[in-house]
């Protein structure tokens, strides 16, 4: 019988809130395949976390592994797979399973097809798959043939909803992989944790600001509004590139990927590298001079005109407010 | 320190991107052509380090013949010494593109390997998150991806990536890789004589065999494009109680 | 706002040219103007987004030197130019003299300017490498205006008149013609019926043109430019612009602060062309449609070249911008005005730049308001082109040839050298033999002179000139073949004449409406006779034969053919009761002239053709020995003789009889330069586009009849008019007294210098109009050199001694003749004879 491993990260215990979204496609495909499907994680805190997911698989336990060590997460899963000839393998290709997939590919000399979003075909010649994944960012798609042995794919995330959790425990095992200790040299060694607060990640709404801005000095404006709404100010490469931001306010294909409530986006004309970073924000709201600018055609609501004359009425609006 | 930097060449496309008729790539002829924005920002760090602390910083890319002129633009910003691994313009799928890197590096290498070798997280176009990895395991050397900071303390490589709080801290032993994202450090832009030292800047060919891998692009699809209504709450500065309006129903006030 | 289903007029395009066409348009009373661009606004995305926005005045032509002075002062009103300066630096002593020439071309315009030392070059651009330079024209008056704003604000000004319907982010998809006249267009959000259509889309108007069978000769081209920073020095202007701008002429390049930094723009690198229809929407473009990507290596020179100029400052700064911006080049580097010569109230306001945008859009306005505008377009209107050269494959071929001509040092006779030998004459073959070298007419090769005729220098002691540049596309062969001719006859070929047969039973009335003369003569009269604009300046001047009852022959000259075939037909009637027929290519010419000229005719045929048989200005079919022709007896050099045509087939039988039957009467072949130049000089003859222009009457030329017609005439109101009162300038002939320059050498003016008072100030007359050198050569059998040009009446006193600017320098002048008195035979006895 076939055996589907996921491969579901913890961070000392803690699950991301996309975490699961993998397992959703893991479980069509287990269905269609007649297969079985297993979860793996590393470190026994991730044991209770997982439990409740309701099946089976492996706990990965090494003292190498205390902390995150990409290079010995590679190693263990890829004997794990190896051991329990998993034939195909998915994670969630956010940072982390990225990383430790391709650690695992690259051991067991195998292809990984990276950030997919539909398997097509897994009928195809000569054991082959079709899969369609993500390029630039997710505004093109490929159509991929994988052919191999072992199926390796990251998902590509906030494609799939997380499935809910079945309530009952799944038997978890604990596998100790065999790893050198050289392999703690791509370990952790320190973690800093910048001031508490908001982040383009975890805030509920962005303002951002694009070319339209015009100057570092004209973001005072977008700052003023976010801090009204408990939010903060995003941008795009124009205006990183431009030094008008950090690189760390750069929200983009590759800034940030954000999925706020709410995405306030001003003067940003919407290329490619933006709209990728933005596009699962829940609602966007576009200002700009031009109505037929990318972002304010794809955007829930615009305001057409000039920003820092929009911005400062509504500014104007808000502190009048009973 | 002595720093290989692999960059990859990726067309510059606007809001929309144009298949060519056979949906094989994009319609580049009115597109420029640049380095892919992660491993941009990997060139300008290496050109940093070695401004800090001495050696030479190498640009090596799989490409095409055209991939010289991203060559060329690191040598205009700072980059010592540029390498084209020659390839035809197919797509090569990861496992090749590593394989055939793995054999130039060692060509390059010799017997005094690079105390560092950078990648870009991942290219802008075929976006696969391993070649980094890839290489470093055929080297058998350390690698972390997503890298943001990088400093060299002795023999040590600090990298720094990004976290929900924060960032975490590796000390790799080097010879160590890292794969960079954009923001480890803001690129520069060339200056008149960087940009006129690198037309005159000599291009080693290494040649490097094509082993495909498992992986093989059949067609580009564009996205269902969703279309979407969009609601316009007005012109200027009289859409503000519309707007307003919006926040409170998101729940912003 | 409803999308508007009809218009007035309508306007493509919302870069500089279409705004400021709309905003004329709105002033000068329209309504209903509807404005459509394709792009959003304030920036569409056209060539207005990413120009250099600065105006240099002075340019050699007169015409693109007053559209861009009317310009600067529209954008001065508009308050949105700040006046820089700008210094154009010669590195090579040939530019030197290039500078004083463009000093002499800002005294004729009335340009401020000044030649400045290197040391004064860099007192006012302190960062100059003044090593490397030799000297600067420095104009004080060079401006940077913003194009966006201006076209806002004209935008805005049509909108408060309420005349104007914006439609921004609009396609034109397609256009309805109807009875050869625009009726509709077809947007991607609607149709519109309009009266009238204005494309003015810079590089993309060919294609618009297409959607309604028309044509705009010209090409989107690159023009490379580069923008450096920061700079400390220009961060410290706190300002747009602090220090004047560069043009570093000799390497075909400018050097323009913006704000921190400063942009470097080239001509120099190769012409890269690209279709209409290959540019990228703005939803595939990085930046915008016409900001392309850069191409590296066609600007390494050039950085090169920046470095050497600017060393100090641009070494460390970044290259943070670099774009192949798409401009629209033209076959002559002119610009495309004026109705199309395919489809009625079609226009073209295409290939502007932005130091000229108002100004045309000015221009355009008054042409469509009152039937021609105030500055004679004689060289921007896009009916100049014949339909040859309005193909890709000319336009390649020219703007080729002249992009790097942009800055280039470019002598006033200076010939093309691509697509050439696209018209040829049937007696080319034996010109070729003679060793003509031939000058392009309307795509037609003419032998300027014939070096076969060499020995005729020794024999009439012809000089030469001393100096290189006067000499250049000039042989003193001229001067001997005119002697030549004088002496015996001459054989001119006159095959580039533009032939318009014009028939049908409304044909009198209808040449009366376009001319000025009486036309209404008997048949085998011929006429010469202005065509006067809506506004009584001249349209044409040209020969008008009538062959039949109700047939007309039109003779024009080949380099205005094209133009005149527009006006012609644009006049017909719309009942169908003139018929137009352009036989240019089936007509060829040779005029026959000298006091031989008839004995050379007698030979060939025993028609009388004797002065009483045959008298002046009369034409008929003649039989040459076997050969129909068609025998005009007229003359524009001032000899007696003839026009003789045969169809087309038998140009080349007709040239090798007259060539043996010449021999025993000493025949010698004749250039244009005696034809266009010195045997028309000598008897004071005004040519169209030179003496004769728009911004001229017939009472001011001299060429006013006693008499007027009674029946009616384009332009006759104001003929009246003119007639009725003082002249304010009046054409005259004037002598050069002494050619000695400084430097010892005898120097020959070239045309458009300026003409002084003996102590060197400006003449204008009473309308502003200066007084410049309209033609300028040799008299050779006056033995003077002759400068034609207008004089207020103050100054037109014969005798009165005036002075020439020519390359800056004065050279005493007087008038000889105040009118239309040939100076030489002023009695025109040797033509009638």
């Known amino acids: 019988m076939t055996r589907i491993l996921v491969f579901v990260d913890n961070d000392r215990g803690t699950l991301s809130p996309s975490a699961l979204e993998a397992l959703t496609p893991a479980y069509s495909l287990a269905d269609s395949l007649d297969a079985s499907l297993e979860l793996a994680t590393v470190g026994e805190g991730g044991r209770a976390a997982l439990e409740p997911v309701g099946l089976g698989g492996y706990v990965i336990s090494h003292p190498v592994l205390s902390d995150y060590a990409p290079e010995a997460y590679g190693d263990a899963l890829a004997q794990l797979v190896s051991e329990e000839q998993f034939s195909v393998v998915i994670s969630l290709g956010d940072d982390r399973g990225a990383e430790v997939m391709a650690h695992m590919a690259a051991v067991l000399d195998q292809p990984l097809v990276a950030n997919v979003t539909e398997i097509a075909d897994t009928e195809g010649p000569d054991g082959s798959w079709e899969v369609i994944r993500v390029r630039w960012g997710g505004s093109l798609l490929e159509r991929a043939r994988l052919r191999s042995d072992l199926k390796f794919l990251t998902i590509a995330p906030h494609t799939f909803p997380a499935p809910e959790p079945n309530g009952g425990a799944g038997p978890l095992t604990t596998f100790v992989p065999e790893i050198p200790d050289s392999l703690a040299r791509t370990r952790v060694v320190e973690r800093v944790k910048l001031a508490e607060g908001l982040t383009l990640a975890t805030a509920p709404v962005v303002v951002s600001g694009g070319r339209g801005v015009g100057s570092a000095e004209n973001f005072a404006i977008l700052e003023e509004l976010a801090d009204l709404l408990g939010g903060v100010v995003g941008c795009s490469r124009v205006a990183t590139n431009n030094g008008w931001r950090p690189h760390s306010d750069q929200v983009g294909q590759t800034g940030t990927r954000i999925a706020p409530d709410l995405y306030i986006a001003c003067g940003i004309s919407g290329a490619v590298q933006h709209w990728v970073g933005c596009m699962a924000s829940k609602q966007i709201l576009a200002i700009n001079t031009d109505p037929e600018a990318p972002l304010v055609t794809k955007a829930d609501y615009a305001v057409i005109g000039d920003l820092h004359e929009i911005l400062a009425a509504v500014i104007a609006e808000i502190k009048a407010r009973p | ?253 | 706002m409803d999308f508007p289903t009809s218009a007035h007029v309508i306007v493509i395009g919302a870069g500089i040219a279409g705004n400021s066409v709309v905003g004329h348009l709105a002033e000068m009373g329209w309504k209903n103007i509807v404005q459509i661009d394709k792009g959003p606004l304030p920036n569409p995305g056209g060539s207005t987004g990413h120009a250099s926005n600065f105006c240099f005045p002075v340019d050699h032509s007169k015409e693109m030197t007053m559209l861009t002075l009317d310009s600067t002062r529209q954008y001065a009103e508009m308050d949105v130019m700040v006046v820089s300066g700008g210094i154009e630096v010669a590195r090579a002593p040939e530019r030197m003299e290039e500078l004083r020439r463009r000093m002499t071309s800002a005294t004729a315009w009335g340009v401020e300017s000044h030649l400045i030392s290197p040391a004064e070059v860099e007192e006012l651009v302190p960062f100059i490498n003044r090593d490397i330079i030799l000297g600067g024209f420095y104009s004080p008056g060079v401006t940077v205006v913003d194009s966006l704003r201006a076209g806002t604000i004209m935008r805005e000004r049509a909108q408060a008149l309420d005349a104007l319907t914006v439609l921004p982010n609009t396609e034109v998809l397609s256009m309805e013609v109807r009875n050869g006249a625009i009726a509709a267009v077809v947007t991607d959000k609607g149709r519109i019926e309009t009266e009238h259509l204005v494309i003015a889309c810079g590089v993309w108007s060919p294609r618009m043109a297409e959607m309604a069978g028309a044509t705009i000769p010209l090409t989107p081209a690159v023009h490379q430019m580069i923008d450096v920073g920061p700079i400390p020095i220009l961060q410290a202007t706190n300002s747009e612009i602090g220090y004047p701008i560069v043009r570093d002429m000799d390497t075909y390049m400018y050097e323009r602060q913006t704000a921190g930094s400063m942009e470097v723009g080239s001509y120099a690198h190769r012409p890269i062309f690209h279709h209409p229809n290959d540019i990228p929407s703005l939803g595939e473009s990085l930046l915008s449609p016409t900001e392309l990507p850069f191409t590296d290596e066609d600007f390494d020179l050039q950085m090169e070249h920046a470095l050497e100029l600017m060393p100090d400052i641009l070494s460390a700064a970044e290259i943070r911008y670099a774009i192949n911006g798409l401009l629209s080049l033209t076959p002559d580097a002119m610009p495309l005005l004026g109705e199309t010569v395919e489809v009625k109230n079609l226009w073209s306001a295409a290939a502007v730049w932005i130091k000229e945008g108002p100004g045309v859009g000015k221009m355009i306005a008054q042409w469509m308001t009152q039937g021609y505008p105030e500055i004679d377009p004689h060289s921007s209107d896009i009916a100049r082109f014949y339909r040859y050269a309005r193909n890709n494959h000319h336009i390649y071929a020219r703007c080729s040839e002249h992009f790097n001509k942009t800055y280039g040092i470019v002598h006033p006779r200076e010939q093309w050298e691509s697509n050439r030998r696209v018209r040829t004459v049937p007696a080319y073959p034996r010109q070729v033999e003679l060793g003509a070298v031939f000058y392009e007419a309307g795509g037609w090769e003419r032998p300027q002179w014939y070096e076969a005729n060499a020995p005729l220098v020794e024999k009439y002691g012809v000089e030469g000139r001393e100096h290189e540049w006067d000499a250049r596309w000039w042989s003193p062969i001229i001067n001997a073949e005119h002697l030549a001719m004088r002496e015996s006859v001459g054989m001119v070929d006159l095959t580039a004449f533009a032939i318009f047969d014009i028939t049908g039973p409304g044909v009198v009335d209808y040449i009366q409406k376009m001319a000025v003369n009486q036309c209404d003569v008997r048949v085998g009269r011929a006429v010469y006779t202005p065509l006067l604009t809506e506004t009584g300046g001249f349209r044409a001047d040209l020969t008008i034969l009538r062959l039949g009852e109700h047939h007309y022959r039109v003779i024009s000259g080949g380099g205005d053919g094209a133009r005149d075939r527009y006006w012609f037909r644009k006049h017909l009637p719309d009942d169908g009761s003139v018929t137009f027929v352009d036989n240019t290519s089936g007509v060829s010419t040779v005029g026959l002239w000298g006091p031989n000229a008839r004995k050379v005719i007698e030979s060939l045929t025993s028609d009388d053709v004797s002065h009483q048989g045959f008298p002046y200005g009369s034409v008929r079919e003649v039989n040459l020995r076997g050969i129909d022709t068609l025998m005009l007896r007229i003359s524009y050099v001032g000899e007696l003789g003839w026009e003789i045509s045969v169809s087309m087939e038998q140009g080349l039988q007709l040239w090798d009889m007259l060539w043996e039957a010449g021999q025993e009467w000493g025949v010698v072949p004749v250039g244009i330069g005696v034809y266009g130049t010195t045997g028309r000089l000598e008897k004071g003859y005004r040519l169209m586009g030179a003496e004769l222009e728009s911004e001229y009457n017939p009472v001011e030329a001299g060429l006013a009849r006693p008499k007027i017609k009674r029946a009616d005439f384009i332009g006759k109101g104001p003929y009246l008019q003119a007639r009725a009162e003082d002249p304010a300038t009046i054409l005259c002939t004037l002598t050069v007294e002494d050619h000695t320059s400084a430097s010892g050498i005898e120097r020959y003016m070239g045309g458009n210098e300026p003409i002084l008072t003996a102590d060197g100030e400006r003449i204008t007359d009473s309308h502003g109009r200066p007084s410049y050198v309209t033609t300028a050569g040799n008299g050779p059998s006056v033995g003077k050199y002759l400068l034609l040009a207008y004089l207020p009446p103050e100054h037109a006193v014969e005798g009165r001694e005036l002075a020439v600017m020519y390359m800056n320098e004065l050279y005493p002048v007087k008038v000889a003749v105040v009118g239309s008195t040939p100076l030489f035979d002023p009695a025109n006895e040797r033509m009638r004879v």
């Open chain 2, 1 to 253: 320190m002595n720093i290989l930097v692999c960059v990859k060449r990726v067309p510059a496309p606007g809001a929309r991107i144009v298949l060519t008729d056979d949906s094989q790539g994009i319609d580049t002829r009115h597109l420029g052509f640049t380095t892919s924005p992660h491993e941009e920002c990997a060139v300008e760090a290496a050109v940093q380090l070695k401004e800090r602390h001495g050696g030479t910083t190498t640009v090596l890319t799989l490409g095409p013949p055209d991939a010289v002129e991203q060559l060329r633009y690191s040598v205009s910003v700072g980059a010592d010494r540029v390498v084209l691994v020659p390839a035809d313009s197919t797509e090569w799928d990861p496992q090749a593109t590593a394989s055939a890197l793995v054999e130039a590096i060692k060509d390059l290498e010799g017997d005094s390997p690079f105390d560092l070798i950078l990648f870009g997280n991942e290219s802008a176009d075929s976006g696969g998150y391993q070649v980094g990895i890839r290489v470093a395991r055929a080297l058998g050397r350390p690698v972390i991806s997503g890298l943001k900071g990088i400093e060299i303390d002795g023999d040590q490589m600090v990298g720094r990536r990004e976290t929900d709080e924060g960032f975490e801290v590796y000390r790799l032993p080097m010879p160590a890789i890292a794969a960079a994202k954009e923001g480890i450090t803001l690129p520069r832009y060339p200056t008149l004589p960087g940009r006129l030292k690198s037309r005159r800047a000599e291009i080693h060919e290494v040649p490097a065999e094509m082993t495909p891998g498992g992986q093989e692009m059949v067609s580009l699809l564009k996205p269902a494009e969703e279309v979407t209504e969009t609601v316009i709450l007005g012109h200027g500065a009289e859409a503000a109680p519309g707007v307003v309006r919006l926040l409170e129903e998101v729940g912003l006030l």
